[in-house]
């Protein structure tokens, strides 16, 4: 018999972006404009949808490069308020195993004008993502090494959106 184990974690992550609400949340809503911070290069994608409404599915399947483990994400939209909210449920397996289920919260927010602190003028965004999680029987490692490694990779998919807005200015 397997040993059962969850573990139980909450983070919040904030970034800034030096461009309006509403291109931060097209990174979210667009599935074309998605795929370029949403995943990694080296990840070799067997499913990938993203049913941008209450009630859609997002799936990314595949494999961390040739002969990894399959990875399966599959969530669910719960919550969508245009250019302010986005809720969605989500769980996540390593070859068959169950290793998480999370609900996140991703919140935007005007943060005044790039010029108030020295920059170049220009509307800012405040982004908070909050993610609830259960890490389960350590299928990403012990618990606590699997929710950090989940905040981790998380803070690494916030930081593409910001190399995203400065690629595209």
Do not use: C
């Not at 404009?33 to 990694?40: A, E, I, N, P, T």
């Not at 859609?56 to 599959?74: A, C, H, K, M, N």
């Not at 890490?135 to 490692?141: A, K």
């Not at 950090?148 to 803070?155: D, F, W």
Request: glycine share 14%.
């Amino acid at each position: 018999m397997t040993d059962r184990t969850q573990t139980h974690a909450t983070f919040v992550l904030e970034r800034e972006y030096p461009v309006a609400v509403g291109r931060v949340w097209a990174a979210f809503a667009d599935p074309e404009l998605k795929r370029q911070w949403f995943g990694s290069d080296d990840f070799i994608y067997t499913d990938r949808t993203d049913d941008f409404r209450v009630g859609g599915v997002i799936t990314d399947d595949g494999y961390d490069g040739e002969g990894g483990p399959l990875s399966q994400f599959r969530a669910t939209y719960t919550d969508i308020t245009p250019n302010e909210r986005i809720v969605y449920t989500y769980d996540m397996w390593l070859d068959g195993a169950h290793a998480s289920t999370s609900i996140t919260t991703v919140v935007f927010e005007p943060a005044g004008d790039s010029g108030d602190v020295g920059g170049v003028g220009g509307p800012r965004t405040r982004l908070t993502f909050t993610e609830q999680g259960v890490y389960l029987d350590g299928v990403h490692g012990p618990g606590p090494d699997a929710a950090a490694g989940r905040e981790s990779g998380t803070a690494g998919l916030l930081d593409a959106i910001g190399k995203l807005f400065a690629a595209v200015g």
